[in-house]
């Protein structure tokens, strides 16, 4: 780059020529516009704008999926953690009845329509051990939000209503679990009902390569009633073997990265997102980036709204202090320092909004073809 003029910097980092020129009038270097520079005053200016670390972003930081995946095969120093579960099956077989009876609280009498709108995330204690649970919406639309959920997932639970048996979702989330390698718990609900026929659920569910141990499979059946609290404990029993043999572990050592679960711009706190860590700690002042948003974590609540100060692996935590609303199903790291998550994220940002102009003015110019 050698030779560019102030002209040329200006229209590469997207400022005025005269702004540039005044910058380096502040720098002790004396120029017109259309003056070429030497290499070091293009150096020491492009520093000051930050530039230096922008082109490192853009070479490798700015690929979170990357750094994520990378942290997540760290292996320094591993602990168990523990299991993430969600809770998956058709609408209404009693996937939030079954997570508000773990968390002793009544979230689906409160609930719009009685639909779950977004994912929920929640720990609970069964003897020495915690269980992080997700609750997934159990309606169509949310498809691809589940599906990621399905990504973040150690262990599945398949709820399937007794009365009612499989249905669409129930094989949709069948599939989910396939395609994402994690283990399902079956978990036949509602079997206080009269109408109830657990056998014919577990005929329908063999068809789908779902078979019990007891019959010579290697899946983990429960029978149970999420509203009357039958079996629950047994349920859980069976996630805590199942997460042993699985052998889950992460190094709680190290920054932190995860997912975002959940995320909503708060009038009074502004962008809260729920958060689950999946690798290291995350500290109450981290340095972050959120899918296309950055920022330091200011505060940061655990699921019953208590302010903790720092997050151990599968915990999901509700912080604030996002620039942005980053969507459900984003990836996070944190930096080392707020400079580098800082460009990280304006880096990103601009890619999205570059990508976003781009779907817009394909949809412009196919509705002009349509048109025609
Ligand atoms: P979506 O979020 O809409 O997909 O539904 P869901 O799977 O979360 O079902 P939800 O927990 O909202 O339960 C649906 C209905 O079934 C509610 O009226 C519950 O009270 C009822 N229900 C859930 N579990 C049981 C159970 O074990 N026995 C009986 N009798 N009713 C249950
Ligand atoms: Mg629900």
Aim: charge should be negative.
């Amino acid at each position: 780059q050698d030779g560019m003029n102030a002209q040329e910097l200006g229209k590469l980092l997207h400022r005025e020529p005269a702004e540039i020129v005044k910058k380096l009038f502040m720098l002790g270097v004396m120029v017109n516009q259309n003056q070429s520079l030497d290499k070091d005053t293009i150096e020491i200016l492009a520093a000051d704008y930050g530039i230096e670390a922008k082109e490192k972003v853009h070479e490798d930081l700015s690929d979170l999926d990357k750094i994520f995946e990378k942290e997540m095969k760290n292996t320094d120093h591993l602990v168990s953690r523990p299991p993430v579960v969600t809770i998956m099956g058709h609408v209404d077989h009693g996937k939030t009845t079954l997570l508000d009876h773990l968390r002793h609280s009544h979230i689906t009498a409160g609930e719009a329509g009685g639909i779950t709108q977004a994912i929920g995330a929640y720990q609970v204690r069964h003897g020495d051990n915690q269980i992080t649970f997700l609750d997934t919406p159990g309606h169509a639309a949310f498809t691809e939000m589940r599906a990621r959920g399905a990504n973040i997932t150690d262990i599945t639970i398949l709820v399937v209503a007794a009365d009612d048996g499989v249905m669409p979702q129930t094989i949709e989330a069948i599939n989910h679990a396939k395609a994402a390698k994690t283990p399902i718990i079956v978990a036949i609900n509602k079997i206080d009902k009269p109408d109830a026929n657990p056998q014919h659920v577990t005929d329908q569910l063999m068809q789908y390569g779902l078979v019990p141990e007891k019959l010579g499979g290697d899946t983990i059946f429960v029978n149970i009633s999420a509203k009357f609290g039958k079996n629950i404990d047994e349920l859980l029993d069976m996630i805590i073997l199942e997460a042993e043999v699985m052998e889950l572990k992460a190094d709680p050592d190290q920054p932190a990265a995860g997912s975002v679960i959940e995320a909503r711009l708060d009038q009074g706190k502004g962008p809260v997102a729920t958060l689950l860590v999946q690798q290291g700690t995350l500290h109450v002042g981290d340095p972050i980036v959120a899918g296309h948003t950055f920022g330091r974590v200011r505060t940061m609540t655990n699921e019953r709204g208590r302010e903790v100060k720092k997050a151990t692996p599968s915990s999901p935590v509700s912080i604030t202090g996002l620039n942005e609303v980053p969507e459900a199903g984003d990836r996070y790291v944190v930096f080392d320092d707020e400079k580098t998550a800082r460009s990280v994220g304006e880096e990103r940002a601009k890619e999205a909004q570059v990508e976003e102009r781009r779907k817009t003015t394909r949809v412009t110019l196919d509705s002009l073809f349509d048109s025609l």
